[in-house]
């Protein structure tokens, strides 16, 4: 594997995606008023790369920061969308002030409700920028009609909460591909100079043949409170980004898909199988579906195994790492918070005082690393079409969580021939006013997963 060589320095004190959220007080996200056509914005900057933001909260905040400080020619932000007119303003007011040059969001561009992504990307002209980062729910229906509309596509994880969700990125990026269009994916540590660097002695063969993968991320995130009196069904349960499946494929999918794919990518193969265990802590009071521990085990087609495990709850162990063993020695591909925490050991031990090789630390972080490849391709016309090996990853994904929940073996082409969707005739129409996808019962949760009985392929 190549490794990238079009990602220029940016000194390490320009904000990841984390960092932006941290110093702009925890960005929510947007105002809006109903919108008029875009006029030309500063007519003469041809070169000039405008920006759409779709979901204004904090990971479209970051992404657009990134954006920002990107190097190599001007960007804009022209157009924004949520469904909450409240985010949209708090994001619009922290992103001006983070740079007021680089924010030309008239009000008739701030647009509210279901619908506004359609407005805010028709905002763009051929060669903009859609920043998908609503709701993975949402993620498959926008891609589909950016592509449709010409424009490149930055898009958060996660990118499909099922199945259908998946067939339908894939479906976009060959549509993509057939109109030369750009699009990144949030799985920004494949952009890691680090990272980068270990899978090219991995392909080397510095570690002998990969024998196996494991990888941990068992902290506490919290869980999903009983839904005040007189709140909105929809509303409150897209507001709960974690908890409920058919709104961001659950925990599960956003805590782990980053080191799924990190996995995918050292083996460079997709699993043929998964089988997993999970459960709940019988005093849990949490409202949410999610379990709050799970292990998936993921086989590949030479027997080759991967693990995740996944834990959240308080008072426990707390890990957040990537390790690799293989015939010759074992490394650790990443560290917390998705650190390039890169190093190779000398055997099977990993300690300290056994280090063979260490990668220094990176000068930027890979949230920034992934937003200068991505302008550098469009400015240059290069190829750049991530969304495949985004849906695949995020179909591993949803393998490892149908094999715990389901207490079954599952097979790759099994999911992927799956016509099962959380929301029942698909999002396409859902709206505030819609049938929630999900019910909760008298005391106010919702249903969890009963192995054994519970279905999702």
């Known amino acids: 594997m190549k490794r990238e060589s079009n990602v220029s320095p940016v000194s390490a004190a320009q904000p990841s995606r984390r960092d932006f959220v941290k110093y702009s007080g925890g960005l929510a996200a947007g105002t809006a008023l109903a919108g008029l056509p875009l006029p030309p914005v500063h007519a003469a900057e041809d070169n000039t790369i405008r920006l759409a933001l779709i979901g204004c909260g904090g990971r479209g905040n970051g992404a657009v920061a990134n954006a920002f400080h990107a190097p190599g020619g001007p960007v804009k932000l022209v157009a924004m969308a949520d469904i909450v007119e409240r985010k949209l303003a708090a994001s619009h007011a922290s992103l001006h002030k983070l740079d007021p040059d680089k924010v030309d969001v008239a009000p008739e561009r701030r647009f509210v409700g279901f619908e506004a992504y359609k407005q805010a990307i028709d905002c763009l002209r051929p060669g903009d920028v859609a920043l998908l980062t609503t709701r993975a729910a949402f993620r498959p229906l926008h891609l589909e009609y950016a592509v449709r509309k010409g424009v490149n596509v930055f898009m958060e994880k996660s990118f499909a909460t099922d199945p259908v969700g998946v067939r339908r990125v894939l479906q976009a990026a060959e549509e993509a591909e057939k109109k030369n269009l750009k699009i990144a994916a949030g799985t920004m540590c494949r952009h890691s100079k680090n990272r980068q660097e270990l899978i090219q002695r991995i392909r080397d063969g510095a570690m002998g043949q990969i024998q196996l993968l494991r990888a941990y991320r068992t902290e506490h995130f919290g869980g999903l409170g009983r839904k005040p009196a007189g709140k909105n069904e929809i509303l409150w349960q897209l507001r709960s980004i974690f908890h409920l499946y058919w709104v961001s494929a659950g925990l599960w999918s956003e ?41 998936a085990e993921w086989t590949f087609a030479d027997g080759t195994k991967a693990y995740y495990v996944m834990r959240n709850l308080p008072n426990c162990h707390n890990e957040f790492a990537t390790y690799i063993h293989g015939s010759k020695c074992g490394a650790q591909f990443s560290g917390q918070i998705h650190a390039a925490t890169t190093r190779m050991y000398k055997d099977q031990r990993f300690a300290p005082d056994n280090v063979a090789w260490e990668a220094p630390a990176e000068r930027i972080s890979p949230w920034q690393a992934e937003w200068d490849v991505f302008l550098d391709a469009i400015r240059g016309d290069r ?37 099962f969707e959380w929301v029942p005739g698909g999002i396409d129409n859902l709206n505030e006013t819609s049938p929630p996808p999900v019910e909760a019962d008298e005391h106010g949760r919702y249903s969890v997963p009963v192995p054994g009985q519970w279905v999702e392929v």
Do not use: Y
Not at 256 to 274: F, G, L, N, Y
Not at 383 to 408: C, K, T, W
């Open 383 to 419: 190829h750049h079409n991530e969304a495949r090996q985004a849906a695949m990853s995020q179909l591993v994904d949803i393998m490892g969580r149908a094999a715990i929940h389901m207490g079954r073996v599952i097979t790759f082409d099994e999911v992927m021939a799956s016509n």
């Open 255 to 295: 805590a782990d898909i980053h080191q799924i794919d990190e996995m995918c990518w050292i083996k460079d193969a997709w699993p043929v199988s998964a089988h997993g265990v999970g459960g709940r802590a019988v005093n849990s009071t949490d409202c949410g579906q999610n379990l709050d521990s799970g292990s």
